[in-house]
């Protein structure tokens, strides 16, 4: 069988594809989230069980988290003894209570554009002014020079999303250190988010070099297969971490499940994650082969340094959200349209993640080409509405 197939009644819009895609989640090759579907079960399970044999979840946790957690945490990091560490519910919570607890009305923060809007939304409810450079093009990511260029009277912080979702994008030892050499320069706060750094063929961390005002947006997410755990947090110094714990709402402490699965994770990464980065790299050999056989799509960055990267349809006249929708409904393929990751670009790409077995990525390669070309055909007999599909409104 080819995917999960139609449903009954598909003329209602909008779309909601996460709603579908979770209803079938059993039958979809979820590409969609960068979430990462490789990690071998037998690391986590049992610790999950002990710990639900011994009713661990009648009690609080410690309310700052498990102390041996927090040091494989740090040493995962590699930062030194005496790190600020915050634990909180994915590192989305701690990016949310570093902007709130740092950032003031009409505090500028240079960022980019494509990102993850999500930390936008969260600068702008804390009053904050984002300053996206425009980096979909060579070589998509952020230089010194433009973000030294961007900085004036009202600069509080940079973001930094090192690799890059959605594009992919991976910053040299040279580049962190040059683009936190610009933060210190202005005083500036750097947000340096290492969701998938795991990923990364080799990565610095910005607190390295500049340790005064650098918070390390750390997840669990992806590296250890723990989306659905949602555990993650900022490690900083400990006065900065002070300062933002100000807002933690974690009082009673991060679920205690999540927690020894992380620690078990952690404790464990450097026998699995090798062969983790491996099938990641070969899945996003076999995508690219598929891309190339496509007329008029292109990959902006290869190789990914993260376990996702874009493919740019714009000049096919095909919408990614035509696209998102066909390859879901007809292949149980879930990939996912542009918008959500920007809002000058969006229409031109869909993002497409690939830590998954190598069979879910078959399903992507067997059906990207044709389906393509199906709604290509569509649009240029039906005129362009045809291709356009339909918005999807989906909450992550
Ligand atoms: C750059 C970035 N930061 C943070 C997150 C969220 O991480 P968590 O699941 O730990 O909340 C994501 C999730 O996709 C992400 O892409």
Redesign the pocket.
């Known amino acids: 069988m080819e995917g999960p197939g139609l449903p009954g009644r598909m003329a209602a819009a909008p779309f909601d594809a996460f709603g579908w895609a979770h209803a079938h989640r059993t039958e979809v090759a979820w590409l969609s ?2 979430t990462n579907h490789l990690v071998p079960p037998e690391v986590v399970q049992p610790a999950i069980l002990e710990a639900v044999r011994e009713r661990r979840y009648e009690g609080y946790p410690p309310a700052a988290g498990l102390p041996e957690l927090r040091e494989r945490v740090r040493e995962d990091l590699g930062l030194p003894e005496g790190t600020g560490l915050l634990l909180s ?5 701690s ?1 949310y209570m570093a902007t709130r607890a740092l950032l003031h009305p009409g505090d500028e923060v240079i960022a980019s554009d494509p990102s ?1 809007l ?2 936008h939304r969260f600068i702008e409810l804390a009053g904050g002014v984002v300053r996206p450079l425009d980096i979909y093009a060579p070589p998509y990511k952020l230089t010194a020079e433009r973000v030294a260029a961007a900085v004036s009277p009202a600069t509080r912080m940079v973001l930094l ?1 090192d690799p ?2 959605p594009l992919g994008s991976g910053y040299s030892a040279e580049e962190v250190r040059a683009i936190a050499g610009v933060a210190r320069d202005h005083g500036l706060y750097l947000v340096h ?1 290492v ?2 750094r795991d990923f990364a063929p080799g990565h610095t961390l910005a607190a390295g070099v500049y340790p005064e005002r650098t918070l390390t ?1 750390w ?4 590296n250890c297969g723990l ?1 659905g755990m ?3 947090g900022l490690a900083a110094s400990a006065e900065l971490a002070k300062e933002v714990g100000r807002f933690n709402t974690n009082d009673l402490g991060v679920n205690i499940l999540a927690q020894v699965a992380a620690l078990a994770a952690l404790s464990t990464k450097s026998r699995w994650f090798d062969a983790v980065r491996a099938t990641t790299r070969a899945n996003q050999d076999r995508i690219r082969a598929a891309v190339r056989s496509t007329p008029d799509t292109f990959l902006p960055v290869f190789p990914s340094a993260a376990n996702m990267f874009v493919i740019d349809l714009s000049a096919t006249g095909v919408s990614p959200e035509a696209l998102q929708r066909e390859l879901l409904l007809r292949h149980g393929v879930f990939v996912r349209a542009g918008n959500y990751l920007s809002k000058t670009h969006g229409h031109r790409f869909v993002r497409v993640s690939f830590s998954n077995p190598p069979e879910d990525v078959e399903r992507f390669v067997r059906t990207f080409p044709s389906t393509v070309e199906a709604l290509r055909r569509s649009a240029t007999t039906a005129g362009p509405a045809a291709a356009s599909g339909a918005r999807a409104a989906s909450p992550s």
Do not use: F, V
């Open positions: 989230q960068n519910a994915g590192a989305t919570e990016l993850y999500i930390i999303i890059l979702n988010d969701t998938y947006m997840s669990c997410s992806k989306a949602r555990l993650g």
